[in-house]
C-alpha cells in the first residue's frame, strides 16, 4: 500500500512537471517570451537537473537579449552533460561574447581536443581567433620591456593578455612588477591576488586580497572581499598583507585595534605608533595609542598624542580625550549642525562601536543615519548585521529585506543571502530532514535513521505544528536466532505533531501518527499500528566547534527525554557527550578539520528493559571537508559498554566500533 502512494505521488508530479513544461512552450511557440521564461525557471526548479530545460531556457534568453542568463544556462547544461559539445560550442561563444574570454579559451580548446569531428572543426577555428591575438600580444609587449624594463604600461598589458592565456606564472610576474612601479593602483593587488589564488597558492593571495580590500577604493575594495574567505583574517595575514603593501594605514590600524582586542596590548601599541608616524593627520589612532601609554603610565608619551587630538576637529573624540584627563567636556549639541554632517558622524561612531563589539550603540548610532538618510542602502545593511548579532532577527530580516534592493549589486548580494538565511527561520512554512546512518561492527549491521518534516509558523505563537515523515531500519534485520530479535522498528512512520522553538538549545514536541512496517512477516508488531511519541530535547555546545577557523577544546551535550507508545508506552532518557580537541582547518589538504574527543553516553528507561538500560564510554573523532556543507560530517567512534540491567541481558559488557556520518537541510 505505501509502495502504490509513493508511485502515485511521484506520478502526479511527473505530471505537473510535463504541465508546466507544454506552457513554456507554448507560450515559446506564442513569441511569449517572458511567460516561457517564468515557466522554464519554474520546471529548473522542480527538476534542476534536467540539461535539456536548462538549454530551451537559455535559447528562450537569447530570444529576449539577455546574454549572460543565457549563458549562466548553457554553463549548468554543460556542467550536467560534458559530452554535448554543440551546448558547450554555444557557451564558450556566450562567453567570449560576454567577456569571459579566459574561460571561451579554455573550452574551446576542450572542444577541439575531446569533441566530435564537426565539433572539433569548429573549436579549432574559434580557438584561435582567440588564442592568435593573445600570443601575438605577449610577444610584442615582451620585445617593448627588452628595450624599456620599467615600462608600467608593458608590464601591465602583457600581464593581462598572459591571464586571458592561462599563462599564470607570467601573469603574476608582471602584474606585481606593474604594482612595484605604480604602487597608488589598487587593483593591481586585486588582480595579484586573483592569480596567486588560481596558481594554487592561497597565502599569497590572501596577502594580496587583504591589502586590496583596506585603503583601495571602494569598487576595488569590495570585489576584493568577494574573493576572500568568509571568516575574518588572522593575524599572521595581515602581517603577510602588510609585508607586501607597507604603507597600508588603514590595514595596519586594523590589525592594531585587533591585537587590541586580542589583549596583545605591547604589539597593538607598536602598530599605531607605526600608524601615527605615517599617517599624522590620524587622530583616532593618535588617541588609542595615548590611552595606551596613558594606562602603562607613561603621561609624557601620551601627552603630545592627547594634544594633538584637542586641537584637531573630532570633537567627540576630543571630548573622550578630556573624560579620560578629566576635563570639561565641550562636545556641541548636533542641533547645532546640519544633518548631512550628522548623518557622516553617526555612521563614523556606529562603525567605531561595531568594531570594537559595543552593539548596542552601534544601532543607536545606525538608526540615527537611517532617520537623516533613508535611502542609505549600506546603512540598512549594517542594521541587518547588527540586529542580527543582537538576536533581533525579525529586526535582521526586515532590514536585508530592504537592503536586497540597494542598486550597489554587491550590497544587494550580501543582503539577499543574509536575508535567505534568516528568512528559513521566520518564514510560514519550513521543510526540513535529516539523515544519519551508521554501520555497528557489534551488530554486523547497517541502521539508518531519519526525518523529513514540514513545519508551519502560527503567528508569533511559540510552537509550529508540523508534519513528519521518519524513517527506522536496518539492512540485517534480525539476531537470526530461534526467537528472532529484530534490531530496528523497520518502519516509516507517518505522523503529525507539534513542537516548541528553540530556547537555548531546549525544546519539547510531541505527535501522533502512524508507523508503517516495511517487513513482511513481522511477529512482534502489526504491518501499520498507531505511534505517539513526544518529549523534550536538549543540544549545547562550547569551545571550539566542528567548522571554528581556530582550533581549540570543547564540549557539545546532546539530553532526550522521549516517550514512545509502541515501546509498551516507555519513557526514555538519553545524554550522549563528548569533550576533546578540534583541529584548526588544514589549508594544505582542501580546509580538512577534524575532532578528537571521549564519548560518555548514558541510556536509562522507566520501564527497567535491559535493552534500554546501559552505559558506554570510549574515543572518537569527527571529520569534514570545508568544501562540504556545514551540516554534513563523518564519525568514527569505538564504544566499550555494559548494561545496568544484568538480569536479562545476554552479555553483560559489549564492545562497538561504529562508522557513519550525519546530514540535515532546512529550507
Not at 153 to 162: G, T
Request: hydrophobic residues 40%.
Amino acid at each position: 500500500m505505501v509502495l502504490r502512494v509513493f508511485l502515485s505521488l511521484a506520478t502526479v508530479l511527473s505530471a505537473q512537471d510535463a504541465a508546466v513544461l507544454n506552457q513554456a512552450y507554448g507560450a515559446l511557440r506564442a513569441n511569449e517570451y517572458d511567460a516561457a521564461i517564468a515557466r522554464f525557471e519554474q520546471a529548473i526548479r522542480q527538476a534542476p537537473t534536467n540539461a535539456s530545460i536548462r538549454k530551451d531556457l537559455a535559447y528562450a534568453y537569447l530570444k529576449t537579449g539577455t546574454t549572460e542568463a543565457a549563458r549562466d544556462q548553457f554553463a549548468a547544461a554543460v556542467r550536467l552533460e560534458p559530452g554535448d559539445y554543440h551546448t558547450a560550442l554555444e557557451y564558450a561563444f556566450l562567453c567570449y561574447e560576454t567577456r569571459q574570454r579566459v574561460e571561451a579559451r579554455r573550452i574551446f580548446d576542450r572542444v577541439r581536443r575531446s569533441g566530435d569531428e564537426a565539433s572539433r572543426a569548429t573549436a579549432e577555428q574559434a580557438f584561435e581567433n582567440v588564442d592568435r591575438p593573445l600570443r601575438e600580444g605577449i610577444a610584442r609587449w615582451t620585445r617593448a620591456l627588452e628595450a624599456d624594463p620599467n615600462d608600467f604600461s608593458s608590464h601591465f598589458e602583457l600581464a593581462q593578455l598572459a591571464e586571458e592565456r592561462d599563462e599564470l606564472d607570467l601573469a603574476a610576474t608582471h602584474y606585481e612588477r606593474a604594482w612595484r612601479l605604480r604602487p597608488e593602483l589598487r587593483n593591481l593587488l586585486l588582480d595579484m591576488g586573483r592569480t596567486a589564488q588560481a596558481r594554487g597558492k592561497p597565502e599569497l593571495g590572501m596577502a594580496a586580497l587583504l591589502a586590496a580590500s583596506r585603503g583601495a577604493e571602494p569598487r576595488t575594495a569590495e570585489e576584493a572581499r568577494a574573493l576572500m574567505p568568509a571568516r575574518y583574517p588572522y593575524v599572521y595575514e595581515f602581517r603577510a598583507a602588510l609585508e607586501l603593501d607597507p604603507g597600508n594605514v588603514e590595514l595596519r590600524r586594523e590589525l592594531a585595534y585587533l591585537l587590541l582586542a586580542m589583549g596583545k596590548m605591547d604589539e597593538a601599541e607598536q602598530e599605531f605608533k607605526t600608524v601615527t608616524q605615517e599617517a599624522p593627520r590620524d587622530l583616532l589612532s593618535a588617541a588609542q595609542l595615548g590611552f595606551l601609554r596613558l594606562n602603562r603610565r607613561d603621561l609624557a608619551g601620551a601627552m603630545p598624542l592627547f594634544e594633538q587630538v584637542l586641537k584637531g576637529d573630532d570633537e567627540e573624540l576630543a571630548d573622550r580625550v578630556r573624560s579620560a584627563l578629566k576635563l570639561p567636556q565641550t562636545l556641541k549639541r548636533r542641533s547645532e549642525t546640519p544633518k548631512r554632517k550628522i548623518s557622516i558622524e553617526a555612521k563614523a561612531l556606529a562603525g567605531r562601536s561595531y568594531e570594537k563589539g559595543y552593539m548596542k550603540d552601534a544601532l543607536k548610532y545606525l538608526l540615527v543615519a537611517n532617520e537623516i538618510d533613508p535611502v542609505d542602502f549600506d546603512v540598512m545593511l549594517k542594521l541587518g548585521w547588527t540586529n542580527n548579532i543582537l538576536k533581533n532577527d525579525k529586526e535582521a530580516v526586515r532590514w536585508f529585506s530592504l537592503a536586497r534592493k540597494s542598486p550597489d549589486p554587491i550590497i544587494a548580494a550580501e543582503a539577499d543571502r543574509a536575508w535567505k538565511n534568516l528568512r528559513r527561520d521566520h518564514s510560514a512554512v519550513r521543510a526540513s530532514a535529516w539523515i544519519l546512518p551508521f554501520y555497528s561492527s557489534r551488530w554486523h549491521d547497517l541502521f539508518s535513521y531519519g526525518q523529513f518534516k514540514t513545519d508551519f509558523r502560527l503567528g508569533k505563537l511559540p510552537l509550529r505544528p508540523y508534519l513528519s515523515t521518519r524513517f527506522i531500519g536496518d539492512t540485517r534485520r534480525t539476531t537470526g536466532e530461534a526467537v528472532p530479535q529484530y534490531l530496528s522498528e523497520s518502519a516509516l512512520i507517518f505522523g503529525a505533531g507539534v513542537a516548541t522553538n528553540t530556547y537555548k538549545g531546549l525544546m519539547a514536541w510531541g505527535e501522533a501518527g502512524t508507523a508503517v512496517s516495511y517487513l513482511g512477516g513481522r511477529r512482534d508488531v502489526g504491518g501499520a499500528i498507531p505511534d505517539y511519541r513526544g518529549g523534550v530535547a536538549f543540544a549545547k555546545g562550547f569551545g571550539r566547534l566542528l567548522g571554528s577557523e581556530t582550533g581549540g577544546a570543547f564540549f557539545e551535550t546532546n539530553d532526550d527525554g522521549v516517550f514512545v507508545s509502541r515501546f509498551d508506552n516507555d519513557f526514555l532518557f538519553y545524554t550522549q557527550n563528548r569533550i576533546g580537541y578540534t583541529i584548526a582547518p588544514l589549508e594544505g589538504l582542501r580546509g580538512f578539520q577534524v575532532q578528537f574527543y571521549w564519548n560518555q553516553n548514558l541510556t536509562a528507561d522507566v520501564r527497567s528493559q535491559y535493552w534500554a538500560n546501559f552505559y558506554e564510554t570510549g574515543p572518537g573523532l569527527r571529520f569534514r571537508f570545508r568544501a562540504m556543507p556545514p551540516s554534513l560530517s563523518f564519525t568514527v567512534n569505538f564504544l566499550r559498554g555494559v548494561y545496568l540491567r544484568k538480569e536479562f541481558a545476554p552479555e553483560p559488557a559489549f564492545t562497538d566500533l561504529r562508522l557513519g556520518f550525519w546530514y540535515a537541510i532546512v529550507h
